[in-house]
C-alpha cells in the first residue's frame, strides 16, 4: 500500500514537472519568436533600375530594426535596402510601383 502511494506521488510529480518545464520552454520559443526580423543593417544610394524591382515596403526602428531604409523587393526575390525615401530616384520606384499596384 505504501509502495503505491508513492509510486503514484512520483508520477503526479514527474507530471507536473514536465508540464512546467513544456510551459517554460514554450513561452521562451513565443518570446524568441520576434527577434528574429530580418532587417537592413546598411542602405547603399545607388541607383536601382525600375524594371527589375518588384515592389518595396518601408522598413522602421518601430519594427525592431536598428535604421529606417526603403526595401525594394526585386523580381528575382532579392532585398535592396536604400536610404527612407530621401532621393528622387527613390521616390519615382514607389511612385511607379504603388501606380502598377493600382491598375
Not at 509502495?3 to 513561452?27: E, F
Not at 518601430?62 to 530616384?89: H, M, Q, R, Y
Amino acid at each position: 500500500m505504501i509502495l503505491r502511494r508513492n509510486t503514484k506521488t512520483r508520477m503526479q510529480t514527474t507530471t507536473v514537472t514536465l508540464l512546467v518545464m513544456a510551459a517554460v520552454l514554450w513561452s521562451n520559443t513565443e518570446a524568441f519568436s520576434d527577434a528574429a526580423v530580418d532587417c537592413c543593417l546598411t542602405t547603399k544610394d545607388t541607383r536601382i533600375p525600375i524594371q527589375i524591382v518588384a515592389s518595396y515596403f518601408h522598413q522602421t526602428t518601430e519594427s525592431g530594426c536598428a535604421i529606417p531604409a526603403t526595401v525594394f523587393i526585386t523580381k528575382k526575390d532579392k532585398k535592396l535596402c536604400a536610404p527612407p525615401e530621401k532621393n528622387g530616384w527613390i521616390t519615382k520606384i514607389i511612385t511607379h510601383l504603388d501606380k502598377k499596384k493600382k491598375t
